[in-house]
T-cell receptor, first 117, second 112 residues
Framework: GAVVSQHPSWVICKSGTSVKIECRSL??????MFWYRQFPKQSLMLMAT?????????EQGVEKDKFLINHASLTLSTLTVTSAHPEDSSFYIC?????????????FGNGTRLTVT | GENVEQHPSTLSVQEGDSAVIKCTYS??????FPWYKQELGKGPQLIID?????GEKKDQRIAVTLNKTAKHFSLHITETQPEDSAVYFC???????????FGKGTHLIIQP
């Protein structure tokens, strides 16, 4: 089945530093990848939609200069949290959709737990 | 935009009994409704999905029903087992390049 891999699975960083999270589709090509954020005991909130070769589309209230998204290939999207602060501590999860199948299921990675101290 | 409501927030059932989780959505253009199971510290795993041209879908102990007129859909788990304990999320999408809008989740507890 379709596998989405995220790296790292957890990261601790100091306030003011930047952190990069990678999302890879391992056995399929993904034109579109989505980034979600999940706070403890809450639902997943869509942050942005990442399309290969073009700029990401951000949801209302998500700062594009703080959460930099790069979708350089059909199998890799990265999310960089710039100048991280403690309130950015959260569980970040990516998902990917099979290329050419706009109605195919979304497959999720196992998430990245970010803790900003 | 789409709004998905999910109930109950917590559901405790005896092992072997059935569990039902219900969701409603607001956008009549939504046409894809997946259900995800999330275990602690992991990403959501797709367990079943249904499209708007189908009223019901079943996969072994799991079934999903969709009522487009009322804009609600439900997850049914029969013969529940301890490994069914997790948080379950419903979601809706209009398809295309759209991401999913999730419900707030249901913490399902299977009592031995």
């Amino acid at each position: 089945g379709a596998v989405v891999s995220q790296h790292p699975s957890w990261v601790i960083c100091k306030s003011g530093t930047s952190v990069k999270i990678e999302c890879r589709s391992l056995d399929f090509q993904a034109t579109t990848m989505f980034w979600y954020r999940q706070f403890p005991k809450q639902s997943l909130m869509l942050m942005a939609t990442s399309n290969e070769g073009s700029k990401a589309t951000y949801e209302q209230g998500v700062e594009k200069d703080k959460f930099l998204i790069n979708h350089a290939s059909l199998t890799l999207s990265t999310l960089t949290v710039t100048s991280a602060h403690p309130e950015d501590s959260s569980f970040y999860i990516c998902s990917a959709r099979l290329k050419g199948w706009n109605n195919s299921p979304l497959h999720f990675g196992n998430g990245t737990r970010l803790t900003v101290t | 935009g789409e709004n998905v409501e999910q109930h109950p927030s917590t559901l405790s059932v005896q092992e072997g009994d059935s569990a039902v989780i219900k969701c409603t959505y607001s956008d009549s253009a939504s046409n894809y409704f997946p259900w995800y199971k999330q275990e602690l510290g992991k990403g959501p795993q797709l367990i079943i999905d249904i499209r708007s041209n189908v009223g019901e879908k079943k996969d072994q102990r799991i079934a999903v029903t969709l009522n487009k007129t009322a804009k609600h859909f439900s997850l049914h788990i029969t013969e529940t087992q301890p490994e069914d304990s997790a948080v379950y999320f419903c979601a809706a999408s209009t398809g295309g390049a759209d991401g999913l809008t999730f419900g707030k989740g249901t913490h399902l507890i299977i009592q031995p």
